[in-house]
């Protein structure tokens, strides 16, 4: 059980005190009256003496009496409606609430940290009051009264007259048939006058004298001058004088009742009226038998209070509270008359009360003693009585059921139950233990058990009070008192009673497992409130053991509160259940969870309570649900009419969170730009970057680095250290530690993954993006800051919104939202906002999923949606770089949300024309790219840079070098071509070309391209198509070959400088021919201009290209050499006037005749020697492209290599310089070009293709293949 304010000992002795009637005269309830207050009310906060007081009892021993506390109430003649007593039962708990503000305390049981309220006042209220209500029956006399005070005013025109009105009707009450309530303890009952004088206007000689007289009349002992309302009316409010009257008076209303008389004129037009101690004036006998149910059950069947009078009692409680604490209590008395009240109260106890119950104990006892015919007194003959044999008790079974048996009054059996009674209310336990004992025998021997159940309770009671314990508890004696009131006697009142006094018995023996089985087994279905109450206390039992029992405290506080919502009790049952939830919560027990979240969020919706009940309904959607679909629509039903009438309150409130679907934060994409162009016709758009593209770290880091490349290359060899590279979309992979840059006009596009956990239907509608922005003004720069616009409207960013989104049952679905800024500044994106409702018959039915009906058309709302939003909040990267990180748990920063909308810039859309997929090695192919300027401004500096500049070339800087377009061409080739003299074959045709006109070598990075624009500008909405010559590249396979367009704009900004374009190209090459080459001097052909540098070239040529790609066979067209020292002359071996063909595995062999070129010059020597009526122009595009290019990559791969030998290098440094000479004689500079045609056989349709291979000669007799090496 909880912790009480009392001890044990306290709280039993206030149960049972002696009770006083009071008689007033009209005139002295007037004078209590101005005061607001009636007479019981105004001595009831001095009933307890503050002294010891002292009795002897019938052996004439000293007894000490401690803290003794007496009832004074005004008589009433009629008991309470069962109905009224329920109902203020009802209201006690009700009103008495956890207070504010009060810290729990923490209970530390195994895994658990509980906070659980120590106290319980709700309960010691209504047990106080369940106890003060008690009725008083014919088989006990605790509720009887044992005098009563009449009381008269000093104003009187008779006094003495009207005291002995007021004793005759005393009389009559008492021992008239007309009056069967309230009852007395014996029929001469102690009578104390009490003269009431006004000090502030009555004549206090008159009242003396007055007292004199009665004091001769009624003796010194039997009455009492009470002097109140001394304090003058007219004094200043500032006074201050406590007010012991406020939590007495707003505890019940049952005691605080007018006198009987005025109760006759009300009781006549409301007999509902709530009254005080006792029940039905039917009653004889203890009340047991003439209920069928519990007196105090909330549902009577009786019906004594309808519905209307139980709305309008319904604030009973509250309104009387409201009104006591409201009116000033002892307005008049000064606190010399709080100290004549409490002094009157001693002395009628002292000389009154306690001298009547000593002498009514020693009547009680010489007539028990000459009745039973003993020789010695009662007290004396206790050891007689127990040291016999004693007869042994039959088990409660065996009895017959004889609680209707009658006593009459003066039965030796009730005087000994009548002395007992006495003996307990003046602390006298041992000698009450004794004749309670007694009792119980004579009552069991006679079977009458309701007598004898309550002389075993009060004797297990005696027992436990005993000072000195000199014998234990005896709880069976409850067990038995407990099943005979509610098996028997079908008295469940009595029983509660025992079950309250018992159980705080045993808990304050720590027996708190004992305690909480008694507290159960009352628990019934014919109270509810009372059933509540005594779960929750069972439930304390549980957590405040030794070894704290928590599940068994958690399922009880559940049952409790299922107890307290039945009877009414919605905020009491709310605390139940949220201090269960402790218990419950995240241990995997989903469906315990879902119903107390449920019945929490019901609870708080009842009371108003609608934050409380929006945050239960939202634990059980986001819980791991095993419900069922039809239950977890239920629930979302329930959540979005919660959340509804939640949000109705504060319509222009903030939008709240909601709870479905959850949203994944970290796999957040944000894309910015324009959607990719799908292809028209033969253009394909550029792959560039889009939102079906999966990341890859390793493409990422080659996009970076080529666009480094050619950041470094416009800027003169360094990369700016403020440069940030390009990423159009950020993900959780992308580095986003800082603020990315988006272009004003241009859509931003984010994606949101949602998941639905919930195994129906979500649909989502007017779903969009929350965001906040701040203009600013980056081209506006006042001393290098940032000039900030005012406040932000809405027309600065454009939302995109989704009408309908349905998410079906236990699905992942991605959203992408879009915004269109219209001004510069910063942009945050906070999170999405949308209406949340369910549709219409989404439970399945007879096994048919619903959802399959759902995926296209409109869907059908069942009418119920709430709007909110949700946060999207990302956690960014563990930071693990300093020892200070990688020793704490620190993030870094993730702005993927919080773009910079930067000034207009150009944007550039690339088109390609006729571009292969497949090719053979070295084959060349002639395509066509488009350019067009989408943007609002020009576009300049437009270059593209590749890891593979070998690829492609975009041809000559002058347009002599390059090509007419193919259809200019007779034979359609991508080459530049001229028809030759028949007197030409064999015979070298020659030409000169630098690599400065190809574009080789641009800034000393030969990977990054100009593109030829026509005045280098590319104008708002023009568009440009140009030339795109494509060779194979030399290896066999697949090939993702990465362009990267790089451009800027005309008017530089400070944000972004430049803009990108992306493109992967995917290249399927198959094999052609494998070419080796050596060169040879030679001093026998003739040497026409005596110089003697002759050299033969042997050029041998395979087709190592497989039936299956289609080629059919391969013509040598041309042999070109492209050198700065050497050309070729002639051929030396003539193959005829056709080309050499080559079939498949077939091979030829060529040789040539080379001689040194006159002169030493920059430019390159091209030398043609052609087989067939056709030369293909080696010094033009796209064969001096490839050429250079093909140089540039040799050149690249022999610097590697030159670096990991460089050691070597500096030994052969010391070489003698003869040796140095002979190797520079067997260096030569010799390049060979072989170009080729083959015929492929493709849908029964002959296609001719082209092609070019390089040879690079360096070393006389050494060597050299076409790349890669034949393996």
Not at 848 to 864: A, C, D, H, R
Not at 906 to 916: A, Q, S
Request: net charge neutral.
């Amino acid at each position: 059980m909880a912790q009480c304010v009392q001890s044990v000992q306290e709280f039993i002795q206030d149960s049972f005190v002696p009770l006083v009637a009071a008689l007033c005269s009209e005139e002295a309830e007037r004078l209590t009256r101005r005061n607001n207050l009636s007479f019981a009310e105004l001595v009831r906060p001095f009933c307890r003496l503050t002294s010891e007081v002292h009795m002897r009892d019938p052996n004439n021993q000293l007894h000490i009496i401690k803290n003794l506390k007496i009832a004074v109430n005004n008589i009433i003649t009629h008991p309470p409606q069962p109905g009224a007593i329920r109902k203020l039962l009802h209201d006690v708990v009700s009103v008495s609430q956890p207070a504010e503000g009060l810290v729990a305390n923490v209970i530390t049981a195994g895994d658990y940290d509980l906070n659980i309220s120590a106290t319980t006042p709700w309960f010691e209220s209504y047990r106080e009051c369940f106890l003060q209500s008690m009725p008083a029956s014919d088989h006990e006399f605790l509720n009887h009264y044992v005098a009563c005070m009449l009381v008269v005013s000093s104003s009187e025109p008779d006094p003495v007259e009207q005291f002995l009105k007021l004793s005759q009707e005393q009389h009559r009450i008492q021992h008239s048939s007309e009056y069967s309530y309230p009852k007395w303890f014996i029929p001469n009952t102690l009578k104390y006058y009490v003269l009431l004088h006004d000090v502030s206007t009555g004549e206090e000689q008159r009242a003396d004298s007055i007292y004199e007289e009665m004091k001769q009349r009624y003796g010194t002992q039997g009455c009492y001058l009470l002097k109140i309302n001394s304090r003058v009316s007219n004094r200043g409010a500032d006074e201050q004088i406590p007010d012991p009257w406020s939590q007495y008076l707003q505890k019940n209303t049952i005691q605080n009742q007018d006198s009987y008389e005025d109760y006759t004129v009300v009781s006549n037009k409301n007999t509902d009226h709530l009254m005080s101690d006792g029940i039905d004036n039917e009653i004889k006998d203890g009340l047991s038998n003439n209920f069928k149910t519990h007196p105090l059950q909330l549902d009577h069947p009786s019906g004594s209070l309808d519905s209307t009078d139980y709305m309008k009692a319904s604030t009973s409680l509250q309104d009387s509270k409201k009104s006591n604490s409201g009116t000033p209590h002892g307005a008049c008395l000064t606190l010399t008359d709080h100290d004549r009240i409490r002094q009157f109260i001693q002395e009628f106890t002292f000389r009154g009360l306690l001298p009547h119950i000593e002498k009514t104990i020693r009547q009680l006892n010489d007539q028990l003693i000459s009745r039973k015919g003993l020789s010695r007194s009662l007290f004396s003959a206790t050891k007689k009585w127990f040291s016999g044999s004693k007869v042994p008790e039959k088990s409660i079974n065996e009895l017959k059921n004889t609680s209707g048996l009658l006593y009459p009054p003066e039965a030796p059996e009730l005087q000994i139950r009548k002395m007992a009674d006495l003996c307990f209310l003046v602390q006298h336990y041992e000698l009450a233990y004794s004749c309670y004992h007694t009792a119980k025998k004579d009552f069991l021997n006679d079977q009458a058990m309701l007598y004898a159940a309550g002389a075993l309770e009060m004797a297990a009671v005696s027992a436990f009070l005993q000072p000195g314990a000199p014998r234990p508890y005896p709880a069976h004696y409850m067990e038995t008192a407990i099943q005979t009131y509610r098996d028997i006697c079908k008295n469940m009142v009595l029983a509660e009673r025992c079950v309250l006094l018992s159980a705080e018995i045993l808990k304050s023996q720590s027996k708190y497992s004992e305690a909480a089985a008694l507290l159960i087994r009352l628990t019934s279905e014919d109270s509810d409130l009372r059933s509540a109450l005594l779960l929750e206390q069972a439930a304390h039992c549980f957590i405040n053991m030794k070894s704290p029992m928590v599940r068994k405290f958690a399922f009880h506080m559940i049952l409790a509160g299922h107890r307290f919502s039945k009877a009414g009790q919605k905020k009491h049952a709310l605390r139940c259940y949220c201090q269960a939830m402790q218990v419950y919560k995240g241990k995997g027990w989903s469906l315990a969870e879902d119903h107390i979240n449920f019945t929490i969020g019901r609870q708080s919706f009842t009371l108003r309570q609608l934050d409380n009940a929006v945050s239960a309904f939202r634990h059980i959607l986001i819980n791991d649900s095993k419900q069922p679909p039809a239950q977890q629509g239920a629930f979302l039903r329930e959540y979005l009419y919660v959340y509804k009438n939640a949000t109705q309150l504060s319509p222009d409130g903030p939008l709240p969170q909601l709870p479905l679907p959850y949203i994944n934060s970290s796999a957040t994409r944000v894309f910015f730009g324009h959607d990719r162009r799908p292809a028209e016709g033969e253009k394909q758009a550029a792959t560039h970057v889009s939102l079906d593209q999966e990341y890859d770290s390793e493409s990422s880091q080659q996009w970076k680095e080529l666009e480094e490349q050619v950041v470094s290359v416009i800027n003169k060899g360094t990369v700016p250290p403020n440069f940030q590279p390009t990423q159009f979309c950020l993900n959780r992979y992308s580095d986003n530690s800082k603020f990315p840059l988006a272009v004003i006009e241009e859509p931003i596009t984010v994606e949101v993954s949602f998941r639905n956990p919930l195994k129906v239907p979500l649909l989502l509608t007017d779903l969009s993006l929350l965001w906040k922005f701040q203009p600013k003004d980056f081209s506006a720069k006042r001393d290098g800051e940032t000039k900030e616009q005012g406040t932000c409207d809405e027309d600065m960013v454009g939302t995109e919104a989704i009408a309908e989104f349905l998410i079906n049952s236990e699905e992942t679905k991605v959203a992408r939202l879009k915004l269109f800024p219209h001004q510069t500044g910063e942009l945050h994106i906070l999170g999405v906002v949308y209406n949340l409702g369910s549709v219409q018959g989404a439970v399945s039915l007879d096994g048919i999923e619903p959802s399959v009906g759902l995926q296209t058309g409109k869907f059908v709302s069942n009418g119920l949606s709430v709007r909110g939003r949700q946060d999207l909040e990302i956690q960014g990267p563990r930071l693990n770089n300093t020892k200070e990180e990688k020793t704490s748990i620190k993030y870094g920063p993730d702005r993927r949300l919080d773009p910079i909308i930067t000034e207009e810039m150009p944007l550039l859309e690339v088109f390609f024309i006729n571009f292969p997929t497949g090719l053979l090695c070295g084959e060349i192919r002639k395509a066509y790219v488009e350019f067009v300027n989408v943007s609002k401004c020009p576009l300049t500096a437009l270059k593209v840079v590749s890891k593979h500049p070998e690829f492609f070339t975009f041809g000559g800087n002058t347009a002599v070098l390059t090509p007419l377009s193919p259809s200019a061409s007779e034979n359609c080739s991508a080459y530049k071509t001229v028809v030759t003299d028949p007197t030409s074959v064999r015979t070298a045709l020659l030409s000169s070309a630098s690599s400065a006109d190809f574009g080789v070598g641009m800034g000393g990075s030969h990977e990054v391209i100009q593109v030829p624009l026509p005045d280098a500008v590319l104008l708002p909405g023009a568009s440009v198509q140009l030339p795109m010559w494509l060779r194979g590249p030399d290896e066999e396979g697949v090939h993702e070959i990465n362009f990267l367009f790089y451009y800027e704009g005309i008017k530089k900004h400070s944000k972004m400088c430049h803009r990108v374009l992306r493109h992967t190209a995917v290249i399927c090459t198959s094999r052609s021919l494998h070419i080796r080459a050596t060169v040879c001097r030679s001093n026998a052909l003739g040497d026409e201009e005596g110089r003697g540098d002759n050299m033969l070239l042997f050029v041998d040529v395979e087709n190592i290209n497989t039936s299956e790609t289609g080629v059919k066979e391969f013509h040598i067209v041309q042999v070109s050499s492209n050198s700065k020292h050497w050309k070729l002359q002639k051929s030396v071996n003539i193959c005829g006037d056709k080309d050499a063909k080559l079939a498949s595995r077939e091979r030829a062999k060529l040789c040539f005749k080379a001689v040194r070129c006159k002169n030493s010059e920059e430019n390159y020597t091209f030398a043609d020697i052609v087989f067939g009526n056709e030369q293909i122009i080696s010094s033009a595009s796209p064969c001096a492209d490839f050429f250079f290019q093909s140089l540039s990559s040799e050149f690249k791969r022999t610097h590697v290599q030159s670096h990991t030998h460089a050691s070597q290098r500096a030994v052969k440094q010391l070489f003698d310089e003869t040796v140095r000479l002979i190797q520079r004689c067997s260096e030569v500079d010799l390049n060979i070009v072989v170009l080729w045609k083959a015929y492929v056989v493709e849908d029964s349709k002959q296609l001719i293709l082209e092609g070019q291979h390089h040879v690079a000669l360096n070393t006389v007799g050494k060597e050299a293949f076409s790349f890669p090496q034949k393996q």
